[in-house]
């Protein structure tokens, strides 16, 4: 199994040494925020190095940003009568250089704003709504380097969840393998039993690698629970094939 934290390697240790202790093969990997054509897309890198030096240094240069647009949300949702924000989410979120959107979620639900995280996001937290604020992460070109650069393989997360039009995923995945990107995430907890199949066959056209993954981001607020996905086609090469 692999650990891919959004924009941070610092657990990566502890994973593998929980994995180790009951004889679970570990692969360390992460998670890289990007904004490709004005839409934040996710990078997933597997089997990086996570000392390497630059991949660590452009990792700190995404989460830098988190604390600035952390307080402009907090700023908005002031605005619309959620005084307190930016502390409650902090609350959840520990580390600052990792607070998200998910953090004000978590503050909100707790708060009786709304009740549940999805729904936070549905009327808070989305393009158009009072707490969204647009992060500028880093290029698609950076997070496929930093993940190469460190002997990992790049693949795009959860494809179905960006909205994209036939257009723009086509286009994404074709400036996605023309720098390096090897693999598309098929079946995962973010994807429906016909979401798996539209992107086998996108994998299958693409020659990308396929993946799975769970997007396990806690009990309460995962598609799906860990080890309970289906696997991937039969016909399709998956991402660690050569593992």
Avoid: C
């Avoid at 630059?54 to 989460?63: E, F, K, T």
């Avoid at 989410?89 to 009740?115: C, D, I, K, W, Y």
């Avoid at 790049?154 to 994209?164: D, E, F, M, T």
Wanted: proline fraction near 5%; charge should be negative; avoid cysteine.
């Amino acid at each position: 199994w692999a650990l891919t934290d959004h924009d941070e390697i610092d657990g990566i240790a502890e994973a593998r040494s929980a994995a180790d202790a009951v004889g679970l093969r570990f692969i360390a990997g992460v998670e890289v925020s990007i904004t490709w054509s004005g839409k934040t897309i996710h990078i997933v890198g597997l089997g990086v190095d996570e000392h390497d030096p630059a991949l660590r240094a452009g990792l700190a240069s995404v989460r830098g940003g988190r604390v600035r647009r952390g307080r402009e949300m907090a700023e908005d949702l002031a605005r619309a009568g959620i005084h307190g924000a930016y502390e409650g989410a902090m609350q959840h979120a520990g580390n600052p250089e990792m607070l998200g959107r998910t953090h004000f979620a978590r503050f909100l639900v707790e708060s009786g704003v709304r009740p549940t995280v999805a729904d936070v996001f549905k009327h808070y937290l989305v393009e158009g709504k009072p707490g969204y604020v647009p992060h500028r992460w880093g290029a698609l070109e950076q997070a496929v380097g930093w993940i190469r650069g460190a002997g990992g393989r790049a693949v795009i997360a959860h494809p179905a969840r960006y909205a994209l039009s036939e257009l723009q995923r086509d286009a994404l995945i074709e400036a996605f393998k023309d720098i390096g990107g090897e693999g598309i995430e098929v079946v995962t907890g973010s994807h429906t039993p016909e979401e798996y199949a539209i992107f086998a066959q996108v994998a299958r056209r693409s020659g990308l690698l396929a993946s799975r993954g769970s997007d396990f981001h806690g009990v309460t607020e995962s598609g799906a629970d860990l080890g309970s996905l289906p696997p991937l086609p039969s016909d399709l090469k998956p991402v660690w094939h050569d593992w």
